[in-house]
């Protein structure tokens, strides 16, 4: 009986001790699979340009994925400078200031949110007979790039063609 009782509390013991040990283990794991998963995305950019020198498609990504990504462009921009992506969504021009933006806006999987990348287009275009009507799907291929307005940075595809 005093061995059964002896096993009984190594066994509980041991079980405690692994259950407060799990946590700092968790949160290890998770610090490794969140270093991973960081790593897998940069091998996945820079192998991932196609044969049409496209570094980031993102018209070949779900909807999810898509959202996704451009919130990851919109958050660590230096990951994505230069890189030349392609997107799909729809046309969205907008005046402040004197200025005018033209953006290519994505929703996500429930068409609830969107995000948009301001593209400028190449060549010599004059607005609006050249530019589609606001909302029509549109693609944009252009190099990615960050500019500040102010004191506030924003993104761009650069030396986008467009085509609707």
Not at 9 to 17: D, E, F, N, P, R
């Amino acid at each position: 009986m005093k061995k059964l009782t002896a096993l009984l509390m190594a066994v509980i013991l041991t079980a405690t001790l692994a259950a407060c040990g799990g946590k700092q283990v968790a949160s290890g794991t998770t610090e490794t699979v969140n270093k991973s998963a960081d790593q897998a995305t940069e091998a996945a950019q820079s192998a991932q340009k196609s044969a049409d020198g496209i570094d980031v498609d993102l018209t070949a990504m779900s909807s999810t994925m898509v959202y996704s990504e451009v919130q990851n462009m919109m958050t660590k921009p230096t990951d994505y400078l230069g890189k030349t992506v392609k997107m799909q969504g729809a046309f969205s021009v907008a005046e402040m200031d004197n200025n005018r933006y033209f953006a290519c806006i994505i929703k996500d999987a429930t068409a609830c949110c969107s995000q948009g990348i301001e593209f400028i287009w190449k060549g010599d275009h004059s607005y609006p007979d050249d530019y589609p009507e606001a909302g029509k799907d549109i693609t944009v291929v252009g190099t990615f790039s960050t500019y500040m307005e102010g004191s506030q940075q924003y993104c761009q595809l650069k030396d986008a063609e467009v085509k609707f």
